[in-house]
């Protein structure tokens, strides 16, 4: 039979979007959030991020009745036939995931859930850990099947990458659950057009396909994925440290090399390096967890410390061209992660703006989706505006350190026009170095030193 009834743990990036988009499949769903903060915010039809399209789709499944928040496991678990845990899986101090969370949630359901029950895991986890879990249910004569599906959207795309995907992946040793989760996604599909018309978001399939496999090696095909990637672009910044010093360009360099369909121009990227709550984490735990197998990665060590350097690489070659950065106004436009998302866990860009101010330089940042959030990271002294102006207004150095698009649409005249001095720090490697010499600006970017 269908399931008819879900409950989402966890109201996070992964866990509201799942929840809402799955309200408009004719799905009657909870979302479990513990957070009242966050449950209050969501409660009124709106997430606490900023996800493009995200926030329409909340606020008609409230109306429908077909998205309920609650905090109570209570409430929803008994009525669910499927469970999805989204969760978050820190990493703890020693790089390895912290599955604190994920234990939590997966014991708090074993109280309330029906016998049959299909427990989905969407968080990030070692391989392994669903084994562990299935042995806690079991231990706890809970009567629920365990399925792994890893989670592969991007904030920023987070509604088009779960609409239109390139591989829905379920692991898991009952075929039959493993189906059943495979068919929520068709169902899915069956509504995507409509959903994307409501979030007014870009439509257009991907690579649509669903695969099912084993359950560890769902779990290791999610954190394989984002080691890969984080892989590509430490390369191409391993190799953009090169072309500083070889005197080439790097973004010609990778356009170059990324023409070949063998490797493909995506992720790399050059500059600041990666960020947010997935690449770091996911990298340290996969390190992490395949020590504990007794197999050393250095490949994925060596990639790690790589992007950890970035931001100080970055500030080095501003002090090597400008000398002491005492004194000097420096705007740093751009504190998310990256472009699309208010998220700024493990962010370059407040990095970029900490170190600078570390150095004795005055730091005024802007971000377009990101102030509160980064209002935390920011180190006392640093002062936030609301306008890319009033951030280069009289500034020495402009640091641009996220490709929003409000930023990128700013040409080096404009920056020339209102910045006191004259050094354009490119730490995403967007603009264009003749441009920016032509405006009178001196521009540094990362790799480009041709
Ligand atoms: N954010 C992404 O882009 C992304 C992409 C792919 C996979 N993932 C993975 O998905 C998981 C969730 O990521 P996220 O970014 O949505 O995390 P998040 O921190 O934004 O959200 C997790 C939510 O779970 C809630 N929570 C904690 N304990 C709970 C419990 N016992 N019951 C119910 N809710 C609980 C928290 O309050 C929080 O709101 C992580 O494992 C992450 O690695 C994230």
């Not at 509201?16 to 499949?25: K, P, V």
């Not at 008609?60 to 036939?81: F, H, M, N, R, W």
Request: charged share 20%.
């Amino acid at each position: 039979m269908q399931p008819q009834t879900i409950t989402v743990l966890g109201a996070g990036y992964v866990g509201l979007t799942t929840a809402a988009l799955l309200a408009h499949a004719n799905y009657k769903v909870y979302v479990v959030e513990p957070n009242q903060e966050r449950l209050d915010v969501i409660k009124t039809g709106k997430s606490f991020f900023y996800e493009q399209g995200l926030d329409p789709v909340i606020k008609l499944a409230l109306e429908a009745g077909s998205l309920i928040p609650t905090d109570s496991y209570k409430e929803s678990v008994p009525e669910s036939d499927v469970v999805f845990s989204c969760v978050g899986t820190p990493d703890n101090p020693d790089g390895s995931s912290n599955l604190t969370y994920v234990f939590a949630a997966a014991e708090e359901t074993a109280k309330h859930a029906k016998k049959g029950v299909i427990y989905v895991q969407k968080s990030t986890v070692p391989v392994g850990t669903g084994k562990q879990i299935e042995a806690l249910f079991s231990k706890l004569n809970a009567s629920i099947d365990y399925v792994s599906n890893p989670e592969f959207l991007r904030e920023g795309t987070a509604l088009y990458d779960t609409l239109f995907f390139d591989r829905v992946v379920v692991g898991g040793d009952n075929r039959k659950a493993v189906d059943a989760i495979l068919d929520i996604y068709m169902d899915l599909e069956q509504f995507r057009d409509h959903i994307a018309h409501i979030a007014r978001i870009p439509t257009g399939s991907r690579g649509d396909q669903y695969i099912a496999t084993t359950l560890n090696s769902a779990e290791l095909i999610k954190v394989t994925a984002n080691a890969f990637l984080a892989l590509k672009i430490s390369f191409a910044n391993s190799i953009a440290k090169l072309a500083d010093k070889a005197d080439a360009d790097v973004v010609e360099v990778m356009d170059a090399v990324g023409a070949d369909n063998r490797i493909g121009r995506a992720f790399l990227d050059t500059g600041r390096g990666y960020g947010g709550g997935c690449f770091p984490k996911d990298v340290s735990g996969l390190i992490s967890s395949a020590l504990e197998h007794g197999v050393d990665l250095e490949i994925m060590q060596a990639a790690q410390s790589l992007n950890q350097s970035m931001p100080g690489y970055i500030v080095d070659k501003l002090q090597d061209a400008v000398g002491s950065l005492a004194d000097k106004k420096i705007a740093v436009l751009g504190l998310s992660f990256k472009a699309g998302t208010s998220d700024v866990r493990k962010s370059p860009g407040v990095a970029i703006a900490n170190i600078l101010q570390q150095n004795g330089a005055t730091v005024v940042t802007y971000d377009p989706q990101a102030h509160e959030e980064a209002a935390p990271d920011l180190l006392p002294d640093i002062h936030q505006v609301n306008s890319i102006e009033a951030a280069i207004d009289g500034a020495d150095v402009t640091v641009i350190t996220t490709e929003w698009e409000d930023i990128l649409a700013y040409s080096a005249r404009d920056f020339a026009r209102h910045m006191q001095g004259s050094v354009l720090l490119d730490a995403v490697n967007k603009y264009d170095a003749k441009d920016a010499s032509a405006a009178g600006l001196q521009y540094i970017g990362v790799g480009r030193s041709a």
